[in-house]
């Protein structure tokens, strides 16, 4: 008879594994087998030499280490996460349904968890660096509650924020923008909103996120947004615009905003394509569609507080006033009003009049070669090449005593 | 029969997993002080090779923090880590085709040079010994012999049923007993 079955109760044994009804037999077969003790024997012999083989000790820093790998690699297990939850439809919604470009596609924009983070930085920076540089202007701030809806800002942090299993750094990141988010969409001064921008320390959260992720800002592709009724031309152009304009291609996203000139959409298009312009930092553009236009709606402080910054930057004379003295009140008034916009161009630059109604000196300029004049309703707007026009010697002197006013604004 | 690694399901991830899944450092250290020293003496008796079993341990360590919301029951936390240190060391074994193994080190510290020498022969014995047995015994032996654990924890480990451990673990030791011989009749 084969010694190996009881040899392996003899190892149960070793181990305080055997069965307390296999004992009799194996004892009395350990009693009788000289080999059986003997193998015995040694087994305990070369366990006791593998047990006192000696042991390593964990390195210094192990730990450290172990957190620093981790970090590194975090985001590729996020994306297959993300992946995973998309496909378990846990985040269908905006990402998977509502990412429409203007072509036609078969599908959902594929995207990465890494990706979308990415896209979510770079779109809370251009937010927040708005936000912490607002001049004062209250129609700024509609601007910035404008992106945060255009971008669905809200419900990305949301999604983002609901993916089990994110790194702190990007849960404290997400969280930061979530309050900030919330405290803007609720309407604060623009003096809290600065505050709050400032204090989201954005750049050194987006930092900590790239370093424990990897993920890279990069900006948030041409979007449709999931209300615009598809089928009208003119709103999906408004829509494009709109994405345009957040994801920074400002030149593309002011003429998407020119050329909606009709439809539902022509109001708020004007005022985008005034804040496109005022972001490239094309004031006098930015002003024609703020000042001629601007639908009546956008009429109000908050828009008067825009120009009023726009058109100090860009040295604009404003009811022959220098911005910085007027009150915002005072711009609005000059707003609510039908206003004629001179652009004089000369070699010595650009200069910009405002004047409340029908000036004397647009009149008297207006049928003369070199003159361009776009009118809206009874605002107008006239670019002037001052080169060209044969203008009344006493026009040409108080124009000229306006430019040389604002002779060092070279816009 | 059990697995050893956590099935998904519905309860709620036990605190010290989700705070190892948020990446808390003082879980981690916890979990590395309670599993590190024997994960590590684990894999290197599994691969031999002194930096290889440091490597290996610490990527375990790092896909637990990656997969710490897939271990639902805090008790299979033990079962789950030599899971994936045997996986990974025989992986490791597998894609060393040619390399020499290193030779193992001598233990920590020693109080005399012939102290130290002694020590190095067992050692470099062992892992000799432990070289010539195939998988699964040497990860058997490893686990119920030099880690002394349980035949029920080295089943759950293995993924096998305890009965099966049991039959490994004497034909490792009866392998590992015959490839020690010539150092326990040479040098002891």
């Keep these: 008879m084969s010694c190996d079955p009881f040899r392996e109760l003899l190892s149960q044994r070793l181990d305080g594994e055997l069965p307390e009804d296999a004992r009799p037999a194996l004892e009395e077969h350990v009693s009788q087998c000289a080999a059986c003790r003997g193998w015995e024997g040694e087994v305990r012999r070369s366990d006791a030499a593998a047990r006192e083989a000696g042991a390593m000790a964990l390195p210094a820093g192990f730990a450290d280490g172990v957190r620093r790998v981790s970090a590194r690699r975090r985001m590729p297990a996020r994306v297959l996460r993300y992946a995973a939850a998309v496909a378990a439809g846990v985040l269908a919604g905006v990402f998977g349904t509502m990412a429409l470009t203007p072509e036609p596609r078969t599908g959902p924009d594929p995207w990465t968890a890494a990706d979308e983070l990415g896209k979510h930085m770079h779109a809370s920076k251009l937010l927040f660096r708005q936000a912490a540089n607002l001049p004062g202007a209250a129609g700024d701030l509609e601007l910035v509650r404008g992106e945060i809806r255009a971008t669905s800002l809200v419900e990305r942090t949301a999604r983002l924020r609901a993916v089990p299993g994110q790194p702190p750094e990007v849960r404290d990141y997400l969280q930061a923008v979530e309050a900030a988010l919330a405290a803007i969409e609720a309407g604060p001064a623009v003096e809290r909103v600065r505050e709050l921008a400032a204090g989201v320390q954005l750049d050194e959260r987006i930092a900590r996120v790239q370093q424990v992720t990897g993920a890279q800002p990069r900006p948030i592709p041409v979007v449709v947004e999931p209300s615009t009724p598809l089928g009208d031309p003119g709103a999906a152009i408004f829509a494009q615009g709109r994405a345009n304009l957040f994801a920074g291609n400002y030149e593309r996203a002011a003429a998407l905003f020119e050329s909606v000139k009709s439809g539902p959409y022509e109001e708020d298009a004007q005022y985008w394509y005034a804040a496109a312009q005022a972001r490239q930092g094309r004031a006098a553009d930015a002003l024609r569609g703020l000042l001629v236009g601007t639908a009546e709606r956008w009429r109000d402080l908050e828009t008067a507080g825009l120009v009023k910054e726009v058109a100090a930057r860009a040295g604009v004379v404003l009811a022959g006033r220098r911005p910085d003295s007027l009150k915002a009140e005072d711009v609005l008034a000059i707003l609510q009003q039908p206003v004629t916009v001179m652009v004089l161009n000369s070699p010595r630059g650009q200069v910009m009049i405002v004047s409340p109604g029908q000036s004397p000196e647009a009149q008297l300029i207006s049928d003369m070669p070199g003159v361009q004049i776009q009118r809206n309703g009874a605002s107008a707007w006239m670019v002037v090449d001052v080169q060209q026009v044969q203008m009344d010697p006493r026009v040409l002197d108080r124009i000229i005593r306006l430019r040389d006013q604002f002779q060092n604004v070279g816009h | ?188």
């Design chain 2, 1 to 188: 029969m059990e697995t050893g690694v956590a099935q998904q399901d519905v309860t709620p991830l036990p605190e010290r997993l989700a705070r190892l899944r948020d990446g808390d450092a003082d879980s981690l250290r916890g979990v590395i002080d309670e599993f590190g020293p024997k994960l590590l003496n684990f894999v290197y008796r599994m691969v031999g090779d002194r930096s290889a079993a440091e490597d290996l341990t610490q990527e375990v360590f790092v896909k637990l923090l990656s997969h710490a919301d897939e271990i639902r029951d805090e008790r299979l936390l033990g079962t789950w880590l030599y899971s994936v240190a045997r996986n990974h060391s025989i992986n490791h074994l597998r894609s060393r085709k040619t390399a020499q193994r290193n030779r193992p080190e001598p233990p920590a510290e020693p109080s005399r040079p012939d102290e130290a020498a002694g020590r190095r022969e067992l050692a470099e014995a062992v892992q000799r010994a432990l070289d010539g047995l195939e998988e699964p015994f040497r990860t058997t032996f490893v686990l119920c012999v030099m880690q002394e654990m349980s035949y029920e924890e080295a089943a759950q480990a293995m993924s096998c049923s305890v009965k099966t451990v049991s039959s490994r673990l004497f034909r490792a030791r009866d392998k590992f007993r015959e490839l020690m011989r010539p150092y326990l009749y040479e040098v002891r």
